[in-house]
């Protein structure tokens, strides 16, 4: 999972990082995992997006183990589609803050349409 270009993967493949850290929450080292799922500013993303879906809210370990909790809650292919498309799109927003951050010095709010 350590395909996208986040600090510790640019670092193990040799590019030079001015700090290891989450530039959201400065607490935590930037990993796919911490970025997408552990981040506070994604847990607030994921908990809006839990209850707007109607689903009780769980701590995953891992971005492979909330998509497998997903399907297996989706209870019908169709909802199981709507569910992980929502899910795409949150990664991508949370993808596309972080790179605001840090490229465009941009801060946003944690909220549904970021
Ligand atoms: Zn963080």
């Given at each position: 999972?350590n395909?996208?270009?986040?600090?510790i993967a640019?670092?193990?493949?040799?590019?030079?990082?001015?700090?290891?850290?989450?530039?959201?929450?400065v607490?935590?080292?930037?990993?796919?995992?911490?970025?997408?799922?552990?981040?506070?500013?994604?847990?607030?993303?994921?908990?809006?997006i839990?209850d707007?879906c109607?689903?009780?809210?769980?701590?995953f370990?891992c971005?492979?183990?909330m998509?497998?909790?997903?399907?297996?809650?989706g209870?019908c292919?169709?909802?199981?589609?709507?569910?992980?498309?929502?899910?795409?799109?949150?990664?991508?927003?949370?993808w596309k803050e972080?790179?605001d951050?840090?490229?465009?010095?941009?801060?946003?709010l944690?909220g549904?349409?970021?």
């Amino acid at each position: 999972m350590n395909c996208i270009p986040i600090v510790i993967a640019l670092s193990q493949r040799g590019v030079q990082i001015h700090s290891p850290q989450c530039s959201a929450c400065v607490s935590g080292m930037e990993s796919t995992d911490h970025m997408l799922l552990k981040c506070p500013f994604a847990v607030e993303i994921w908990n809006q997006i839990w209850d707007w879906c109607g689903i009780t809210p769980n701590k995953f370990s891992c971005l492979k183990e909330m998509l497998t909790y997903t399907t297996m809650i989706g209870q019908c292919p169709k909802r199981t589609t709507t569910l992980l498309s929502i899910i795409s799109g949150a990664i991508w927003g949370i993808w596309k803050e972080r790179n605001d951050r840090i490229i465009n010095n941009k801060i946003h709010l944690p909220g549904i349409g970021v």
